[in-house]
T-cell receptor, first 112, second 116 residues
Framework: GENVEQHPSTLSVQEGDSAVIKCTYS??????FPWYKQELGKGPQLIID?????GEKKDQRIAVTLNKTAKHFSLHITETQPEDSAVYFC???????????FGTGTRLTIIP | GAVVSQHPSRVICKSGTSVKIECRSL??????MFWYRQFPKQSLMLMAT?????????EQGVEKDKFLINHASLTLSTLTVTSAHPEDSSFYIC????????????FGPGTRLTVL
């Protein structure tokens, strides 16, 4: 089955700086890679996703890049703000199957 | 985006009792719903997948007789934890996926279960 590794487990970034979280996956058949933000005591919220037919996707301060050959994808947050502090999870799936395999999570702390 | 609700948000029960958690898709029809379990500071672990009108598919190691799942309609799935014990205390999260362009999963806010 699919295995997703996520690094780092914790990340502290000065407000205004950029944050990068990286994930690798094992199943070359996976073609859907969402990123979720989870705040304390709440369910995960989809913030951005990418499918394997593109290498990069951007939505305002958030971007995701995908390298299918190396089987890794990354989340980039620019101009970080205190409200970006949360736990971020990457995931991988075969689109249409919906069975997500999650990474282990990254606790992001933005230092004011 | 699509909205998924869960009820209750928090429940405390005595050991040996059963607890039912509801998951509803509020503005779309969810052909598939998923139930996850999350321990503190850990990732989400898929427990089971349910399709409307059919039996749920459980992940390896998840007791189907202990975690009863019913997906009776396109907007409602329920998880019943039977004869709950303290080790069942956890954060339970559902997600829902619809048809067409809504095949992405949308997550509920979670239910924190504490078994005394």
């Amino acid at each position: 089955g699919e295995n997703v590794e996520q690094h780092p487990s914790t990340l502290s970034v000065q407000e205004g700086d950029s944050a990068v979280i990286k994930c690798t996956y094992s199943d070359s058949a996976s073609n859907y890679f969402p990123w979720y933000k989870q705040e304390l005591g709440k369910g995960p919220q989809l913030i951005i996703d990418i499918r394997s037919n593109v290498g990069e996707k951007k939505d305002q301060r958030i971007a995701v890049t995908l390298n299918k050959t190396a089987k890794h994808f990354s989340l980039h947050i620019t101009e970080t703000q205190p409200e970006d502090s949360a736990v971020y999870f990457c995931a991988a799936a075969l689109f249409g199957n919906e069975k997500l395999t999650f990474g282990t999570g990254t606790r992001l702390t933005i230092i004011p | 985006g699509a909205v998924v609700s869960q009820h209750p948000s928090r429940v405390i029960c005595k050991s040996g009792t059963s607890v039912k958690i509801e998951c509803r898709s509020l503005d779309f029809q969810a052909t598939t719903m998923f139930w996850y379990r999350q321990f503190p500071k850990q990732s989400l672990m898929l427990m089971a997948t349910s399709n409307e009108g059919s039996k749920a598919t459980y992940e390896q190691g998840v007791e189907k007789d202990k975690f009863l799942i019913n997906h009776a309609s396109l907007t409602l799935s329920t998880l019943t934890v039977t004869s709950a014990h303290p080790e069942d205390s956890s954060f339970y999260i559902c997600s829902a996926a619809g048809q067409g362009f809504l095949r992405e999963q949308f997550f509920g806010p979670g239910t924190r279960l504490t078994v005394l």
